[in-house]
């Protein structure tokens, strides 16, 4: 028996997404074996963020057969070198089912047609080092930046060295 690939839509994401949008994420840190209770994000967050006065994100939605079946969550950032924007996507998420089925080509290929259309150099992305989707990066063109190391501060540390701030003028 062959099975065809199903055919994949890709579109912006829209407020009514947002329930679809929080099953990815909450999908996303399952798949990265995290706790689902350190995901706090909900249904009202991402209709503010993402849909209010001043987005701080945007979100493609896949579906297949009318089902979102993964979702993409992106954002500008700024590179000085370049002296543009480049497309910083979060979080990529394509369900267990729809896996292997066209629809993680079809998000990356549309996440790369934005950053061409607003002319932004570069499309960047984080992967945990265990994730088989590294070869699926790869073979699409993207290239692992290993003299780059990634470095986060999280909420505590946040707070306890903006103690140590002076006021801003």
């Given at each position: 028996?062959?099975?065809?690939?199903?055919?994949?839509?890709?579109?912006?994401?829209r407020?009514?997404?947002?329930?679809?949008i929080?099953?990815?994420?909450r999908?996303?840190?399952?798949?990265?074996?995290?706790p689902?209770?350190?995901?706090?994000?909900?249904?009202?967050d991402?209709?503010?963020?993402?849909?209010?006065?001043?987005?701080?994100?945007?979100?493609?939605?896949?579906?297949?057969?009318?089902?979102?079946?993964?979702?993409?969550?992106?954002?500008?950032?700024?590179?000085?070198?370049?002296?543009?924007?480049?497309?910083y996507?979060?979080?990529?998420?394509?369900t267990?089912?729809?896996?292997?089925?066209?629809?993680?080509?079809?998000?990356?290929?549309?996440?790369?047609?934005?950053?061409?259309?607003?002319?932004?150099?570069?499309?960047?992305?984080?992967?945990?080092?265990?994730?088989?989707?590294?070869?699926?990066?790869?073979?699409?063109?993207?290239?692992?930046?290993?003299?780059?190391?990634?470095?986060?501060?999280?909420?505590d540390a946040?707070?306890?060295?903006?103690?140590?701030?002076?006021?801003?003028?």
């Amino acid at each position: 028996m062959t099975t065809t690939p199903a055919t994949t839509t890709v579109r912006f994401a829209r407020p009514e997404d947002a329930s679809s949008i929080v099953a990815f994420i909450r999908g996303l840190a399952e798949f990265e074996h995290e706790p689902l209770d350190q995901v706090h994000v909900t249904e009202a967050d991402v209709v503010r963020d993402g849909f209010g006065d001043r987005p701080l994100f945007e979100a493609l939605i896949a579906e297949q057969g009318g089902m979102p079946v993964g979702f993409a969550l992106f954002f500008p950032h700024y590179s000085t070198w370049e002296g543009r924007a480049g497309l910083y996507v979060e979080d990529l998420y394509v369900t267990p089912e729809a896996r292997s089925s066209g629809a993680g080509h079809a998000i990356l290929a549309a996440l790369a047609r934005v950053a061409h259309e607003r002319g932004w150099p570069r499309l960047d992305l984080s992967v945990l080092d265990w994730n088989p989707a590294r070869a699926f990066y790869e073979a699409h063109g993207m290239a692992h930046q290993t003299e780059w190391l990634p470095y986060r501060m999280e909420r505590d540390a946040i707070a306890a060295l903006a103690l140590e701030a002076p006021p801003l003028g």
